[in-house]
């Protein structure tokens, strides 16, 4: 985020439910079925957020961000609440990672958004399909509405008690349902691509023309509409193999009209989220071993005053940099040394009785064993070099 300019924003973890209801979309899972919503002492409705940009807008919005400058380029991470049935990658709270690009139209800022996306995920050697699509804007979409709600009433009876409500209220949401008797039903159903109007398919071949140049692979996938109402003409999707029936790993698009709906001045933009727990799902399937958490000193104390010197010692050399463990239970040295070796620590330091009247402290190395005598003013630059 850092080397594309991109400076972190920070929303509560609860909202007013209107922010959802009214960003997300009523007739969205996430708004009829998951959000976790309550009743406050003063009788208001407050969610735990499920996403994170409308949060995002609404800070926008009331902190008067857009009068800044012509572009805002924003990235957070944090948890997100859904009641949703656990599964795998999917909890009740989880976590995500993303940026917004606030306040251009232009087809290099979906470009930009989808590059960085593919750097992140590369960097994890994750291996991942980019799936992209236009699903048009308020002049073309309401054309293909119609059309794809008189297809969906043509194969009514195949459908699902949720796709039927929707194919009146918001017939696009019916082609992202993962049921599949709606998905057998949907495979010969009309596309959003032959109804763009010409702006949005400038915009889309643009983007397009951009990934190519980029050589970031994708495939347009005509059904891909995302599960959020706000978006417009771009939308993109990162799957995985690796992740089952659940395959997406992160995603986004471009929302052009939230910030007005936000009672905002119209104002383009457009995002990406990434489920966290997922990308570490995948992580671990390829064989990527997390990192432990070694101390680099284990410092051993055998008796009171020993112990008050190997207290003071590791706060002054965990000041210095360095990351130390000791003993607090005032045990055996034997056992000292059998946690110190469960820690994989790079080396102990041994103080007793005749190490504290010397003022010389036993460094060990781990690995082989080998050991000298340091002097206790000595110490810190001794156990600052390579081991």
Not at 215 to 233: E, K, N, S
Request: charged share 25%; hydrophobic share 40%.
């Amino acid at each position: 985020m850092d080397l594309y300019g991109y400076g972190e924003i920070r929303t509560p973890i609860f909202e007013d439910t209107a922010v959802f209801a009214r960003g997300i979309g009523e007739e969205t899972d996430i708004v009829g079925k998951e959000m976790y919503s309550f009743t406050d002492k003063g009788g208001a409705s407050i969610t735990l957020r499920p996403e994170m940009t409308a949060p995002v807008i609404r800070a926008y919005i009331q902190h008067g961000m857009g009068e800044q400058g012509l572009l805002d380029k924003l990235w957070y991470m944090g948890p997100m609440f859904r009641q949703e049935r656990p599964q795998a990658g999917r909890y009740r709270q989880f976590h995500q990672f993303g940026f917004e690009c606030i306040g251009q139209s232009n087809p290099d800022c979906d470009a930009e958004i989808i590059a960085m996306a593919a750097e992140v995920y590369r960097r994890l050697d994750i291996t991942c399909t980019l799936k992209v699509n236009s699903v048009g804007d308020s002049l073309c979409r309401p054309v293909y509405r119609q059309v794809l709600r008189e297809y969906l009433a043509g194969v009514a009876e195949q459908l699902s008690p949720d796709s039927l409500r929707r194919m009146n209220t918001n017939p696009m949401r019916v082609l992202d349902s993962k049921d599949p008797a709606d998905r057998s039903a949907t495979t010969a159903a009309p596309v959003m691509s032959d109804f763009l109007c010409d702006a949005c398919r400038e915009h889309f071949n643009a983007v397009l023309s951009k990934l190519r140049m980029l050589d970031i692979d994708f495939c347009v996938d005509p059904t891909l509409v995302r599960g959020l109402d706000y978006y417009t003409r771009t939308a993109f999707e990162f799957v995985s193999t690796d992740l089952g029936s659940q395959d997406a790993l992160g995603g986004g698009g471009r929302y052009d009209g939230l910030v007005e709906q936000f009672g905002g001045k119209s104002t383009p933009a457009v995002g990406f989220a990434s489920g966290m727990e997922r990308v570490l799902i995948v992580m671990e399937k390829n064989g990527y071993a997390f990192p432990e958490m070694s101390p680099d000193v284990y410092i051993i104390a055998l008796d009171a005053e020993s112990r008050s010197w190997a207290f003071k010692t590791a706060i002054m050399l965990r000041t210095a940099g360095l990351r130390v463990e000791l003993d607090y239970a005032g045990r055996s040295m034997k056992a000292q040394l059998r946690e110190a070796n469960r820690m994989k620590a790079v080396r102990v330091v041994i103080v007793g009785e005749k190490e504290m009247a010397e003022e010389k402290a036993i460094v060990k190395r781990m690995e082989d064993g080998m050991q000298t005598e340091v002097s206790f003013e000595e110490l810190h630059s001794a156990l600052s070099r390579q081991p």
